[in-house]
């Protein structure tokens, strides 16, 4: 069974900058689309950014020129650059890795990130 290792989550102030690591325990074949997501106390898991095989990404309109998603095939992981955090980011961020046909689901356990002064 695969799993995904999160790391870089923390206590940051409001401003400031973490970036996001995901990596699978082992080689995983035909990646399709690497995610962040992220959810808060009360509130439905949302999709915060992810990027296909090809490069292409997507973000959440409430992230859009703050946080940048990344891949590094090679070594199947994915990364989350979040600058100019704000209290409203403050959730735990779950990674998830995408099989082409949905050939696998893969969740990370979660990283808590907080943003407060």
């Known amino acids: 069974q695969v799993q995904l290792v999160e790391s870089g989550g923390g206590l940051v102030q409001p401003g400031g900058s973490l970036r996001l690591s995901c990596a699978a325990s082992r080689s995983i074949f035909s990646i399709n689309v690497m995610g962040w997501y992220r959810q808060a106390p009360g509130k439905q898991r949302e999709l915060v950014a992810h990027?296909?095989?090809?490069?292409?990404?997507t973000y959440a309109d409430s992230v859009k020129g703050r946080f940048t998603i990344s891949r590094d095939n090679a070594k199947n992981t994915v990364y989350l650059q979040m600058n100019s955090l704000k209290p409203e980011d403050t959730a735990v961020y779950y990674c998830n890795f995408l099989g082409w046909a949905r050939a696998f689901d893969y969740w990370g356990q979660g990283t808590q990130v907080t943003v407060s002064s």
């Open positions: 990027i296909t095989s090809g490069g292409s990404t």
